[in-house]
């Protein structure tokens, strides 16, 4: 959608808005589902949540376009202008059935590098996401309700970050500032390295104030690395950037497995220190 939906001056900004969609769901779900399971049961979590999606879903296939061409709704000066952006071929001559060179994916260095970025912010992103509201109840001994909702700050936080990320990132590569390449690399480093930084201090601080700040900074900074690796399948094959997507998505969900089984084992002794 997004490599006939989104000029290349503007994809950085439009992928930040859309992925920020995702956090922002967050936000709302932690404290909510905490609302839910002590008023109706744990259970009802998982019912309400289905029915809302899908009613998303209803909405998503009447109102969303594959094509720019298809949208009733569009005006011909925004037409003209995706056209102008993007060229004819990603809107009218694209094939029908797409091929995936899935031999040239697998030893292509620049798409293992989207992989790992994308590995490495899900495996701090399923961490915090399935940890964080057990780490407030059980350490930092917040009720249940403020749990979630203080759980959820950090994700607020990101959705926020993430707008001027992206809009920060286009403005760097449209006025030369940094190449595409260079925006990339600075932002998925920049990012990575300062939750590095955030969450090694929120181990060694001891009082909740802080360790929540540090967490809050660790995840809202983590916002920064999605203008940057989120695009890269736009960057290096628009035509295949779906199937990248699912790849590198593939490897990065496995990460939530991992640093779960992760955490099991590290915490089975349930001692303090750990």
């Known amino acids: 959608v997004w490599s006939r939906w989104a000029p290349p001056q503007e994809r950085a900004r439009m992928a930040s808005i859309a992925f920020s969609g995702s956090f922002v769901g967050t936000v709302v779900a932690f404290p909510v589902c905490g609302l839910i399971a002590n008023t109706l049961g744990w259970s009802y979590i998982f019912y309400i949540t289905g029915i809302i999606g899908l009613i998303w879903c209803t909405v998503w296939w009447s109102v969303v376009k594959d094509k720019p061409e298809d949208d009733p709704h569009i005006s011909p000066e925004e037409l003209k202008f995706l056209k102008e952006s993007l060229g004819d071929g990603p809107n009218d001559t ?56 203080m759980s959820s700050l950090p994700y607020l936080v990101m959705a926020i970050i993430m707008q001027f990320a992206g809009t920060l990132a286009d403005w760097l590569r449209n006025t030369g500032v940094l190449t595409t390449t260079q925006v990339r690399k600075v932002f998925n480093c920049g990012a990575f390295i300062s939750q590095t930084i955030f969450m090694f201090l929120a181990g060694h601080l001891h009082t909740a104030n802080g ?37 590198s998505n593939t490897f990065a969900t496995i990460s939530g497995y991992l640093t779960t089984y992760l955490i099991f084992y590290v915490l089975e002794t349930g001692s303090l220190e750990h």
């Open 211 to 247: 360790v929540i700040l540090c967490l809050v900074m660790a995840v809202g900074l983590g916002a920064f690395a999605w203008p940057a690796f989120s695009v890269n399948h736009l960057d290096i094959a628009p035509q295949h950037a779906s199937g990248l997507m699912g790849l």
């Open 94 to 149: 694209a094939p029908k059935h797409i091929t995936y060179p899935w031999a040239k994916f697998l030893t292509s260095m620049p798409v293992w590098s989207i992989v790992v970025a994308h590995f490495c912010e899900n495996w701090g992103f399923y961490t915090l996401l399935t940890q964080l509201p057990t780490f407030m109840k059980d350490t930092l001994n917040f009720q249940l309700e403020k749990a979630g909702f």
